[in-house]
Every structure is written in structure tokens, then in C-alpha cells.
């Protein structure tokens, strides 16, 4: 699973037809990706396997094996998870639609296509990706969140907390040494009830300590004189 230095998403790029080739590299090479090239189905898959891909541009009609084909491949391979997959299609027939959905494709893009509306359809479907591969899981330190599992474990054992201790920890978690002041918490907290008071927050950090410190004795949740809190978890 090799993958270039860079932070760039990578995009993989399965077209036969030279003159697509160009246009859709060159605008995303613009646009800031990296882009891997496939001129067919075979290729495709084998770059598929050897790098992290994070979106596939899959043109459905393809020698030899069938953009279809393609697509039913990379969606059952392992690495395929969090990649959204794209079908480039010159037949606009809704059945058709339906099949490319079907076999797993993510979306679907008729020919032929505002390089615009592509260009929205890409970044789009990044964000869906890097939602789907950062949001279930957040580590700080000792500390790791499984969100969707609800489970959080310090140093490897696992606490018991309540879900507003469990939202506070994970909007903690995810900018730790940055530092909150109470309303900034309430609001991306309590959104709901206005009314509750900002010592309230306290409250439920003081829940939070103790719960972590039951299975570990450093301080990771900090308080900022004055300011707020922050999960940090320097000495
Ligand atoms: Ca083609």
C-alpha cells in the first residue's frame, strides 16, 4: 500500500479514450490531486490494489473487461472501503444507472459532462471519503475514541461515560491543545437548551476526570485559568 509523500488525494483515472484522458488528468492535476492513469480495466484494478485510492473516475465502456466489471471488482477488494468510486457513462438510460449503482458505484456522471459539475462531483465525493475514514475513530495520547462503537479506552482500558461526557471528550478530541472556553463547549454540546448555565460544563468535566482518572493518573483534561479547558496531554 504505497502511497506518494504528499497529502494530496489520489485520484484514479480508468478512460480509454485519449482526448478524456487529457482533459480529465489535466483539470485535476489543476485542481490539486494526484492523479494515477488507467487506460483499462486491468491496469485499473492493478493500481487499484497498489496504491490508496481515495476516488476512481471509471469510464463504464472499456475493452476487455467492462467498466461494470471493473466496478464490481474494486468494490469487493478490502482497500476499497473508504474509496468513492465515480461511473463515466455516454448511456443515460436510468436502467443503466441502476446497474452501476447496483455493482457499487457512488455516483454516476453522463456524457457528456461539464468538466464544472465534474470538477463539484469529485470534491464531494473527498469529503464523503474523509468523513467515512476519520470520523469513526480519535486518538489523543492515551486516549482512543470508537465513536460508532460508543467505546473510549485510556491507556488501553476502557471507561464508562455518559453520552454528554462522551460528545465533551469527543469535541476534545478533536483539536486537542486547543482551548475551549465553556460557552464554546455548550454550544457545540447543548445545542439544543440554551438555557443550561456554564458551570454546568464544569460539571461534566468534573465527570469526565474522574472517570478518567480511574484507569490513569495524568491529568489530560486541563483547566485554563480563566479561559476554559483543553485535552493536553503535556505535564
Ligand atoms: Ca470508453
Not at 12 to 38: C, H, R, T, W
Not at 76 to 92: E, Q, V, Y
Not at 118 to 126: E, P
Not at 183 to 204: A, C, F, G, M, P
Amino acid at each position: 500500500m504505497q502511497r506518494t509523500s504528499s497529502n494530496k488525494s489520489l485520484i484514479l483515472i480508468v478512460e480509454d479514450e485519449p482526448s478524456q484522458m487529457e482533459l480529465l488528468s489535466f483539470n485535476l492535476n489543476a485542481e490539486g490531486y494526484d492523479v494515477l492513469k488507467a487506460e483499462d480495466g486491468e491496469e485499473g484494478l492493478l493500481l487499484f490494489k497498489e496504491h490508496d485510492i481515495d476516488l476512481v473516475l471509471l469510464d463504464w465502456m472499456l475493452p476487455n473487461i467492462s467498466g461494470l466489471e471493473v466496478c464490481r471488482q474494486m468494490k469487493r477488494s478490502k482497500n476499497s472501503k473508504d474509496c468513492h468510486l465515480i461511473m463515466l457513462t455516454a448511456r443515460g438510460e436510468e436502467e443503466d444507472k441502476v446497474r452501476g449503482l447496483d455493482m457499487g458505484a457512488d455516483d454516476y456522471i453522463v456524457k457528456p459532462y461539464s468538466v464544472k459539475e465534474l470538477l463539484a462531483r469529485v470534491r464531494s465525493g473527498i469529503r464523503i471519503r474523509s468523513a467515512a475514514k476519520g470520523a469513526d475513530t480519535l486518538n489523543y495520547g492515551k486516549i482512543k475514541m470508537e465513536i460508532n462503537r460508543r467505546s473510549v479506552k485510556v491507556d488501553n482500558k476502557a471507561i464508562s461515560i455518559g453520552p454528554l461526557e462522551f460528545k465533551l471528550l469527543q469535541v476534545l478530541l478533536e483539536s486537542p491543545k486547543r482551548v475551549f472556553s465553556r460557552s464554546q463547549l455548550l454550544e457545540k454540546i447543548w445545542t439544543e437548551n440554551l438555557e443550561v448555565e456554564t458551570r454546568t460544563v464544569d460539571v461534566h468535566i468534573g465527570r469526565l476526570r474522574k472517570a478518567i482518572k480511574s484507569v490513569s493518573d495524568d491529568n489530560l483534561v486541563k483547566t485554563v485559568r480563566g479561559f476554559g479547558y483543553s485535552l493536553d496531554d503535556s505535564t
